[in-house]
């Protein structure tokens, strides 16, 4: 449609702020298990798999906001979210809608796409190449 195909000249620009909005989403769930920030119902993860989970979403969704690394890391976090999905939220129910599940779905794909999109505009990744 004619209206839209002047959009896609800002395509880089869209891509950059869907990746910076997505890993400040991702960092609050690294701070709520590591510092209980916002405070939440799960308390903060002390060991185990949450603790690895809190990190990764931390210092990876903190990579990603900058857009430093980017297809490694959203490599790295598409693959905790599908083994969080698989884990947490699968044996609870079939539908995503009724196990919580959604969350870690979208972010799983956002990431992935960003492996093969890299990070768009505004990405320190972007820097290392020129």
């Not at 869209?14 to 910076?20: E, K």
């Not at 920030?37 to 002390?46: D, E, I, K, Y």
């Not at 990764?56 to 990603?64: D, H, K, M, S, W």
């Amino acid at each position: 449609m004619k209206l839209f195909e002047g959009l896609a000249q800002y395509r880089p620009q869209a891509l950059g702020v869907l990746r910076i909005m997505t890993a400040l989403q991702f960092i609050e769930h690294g701070t709520q298990k590591l510092f209980n920030f916002p405070v939440g119902t799960h308390g903060s993860a002390l060991s185990g798999l949450p603790l690895a989970a809190g990190i990764l979403e931390l210092v990876g969704g903190i990579l990603l906001a900058l857009g430093l690394f980017t297809r490694p890391v959203a490599f790295i976090l598409a693959g905790e979210m599908a083994v969080a999905y698989f884990m947490a939220h699968m044996p609870r129910d079939f539908f995503p809608v009724n196990n919580s599940g959604d969350a870690a779905i979208s972010f799983c794909f956002i990431f992935l796409y960003l492996v093969f999109a890299g990070g768009g505009a505004f990405a320190l990744d972007n820097r290392a190449r020129a």
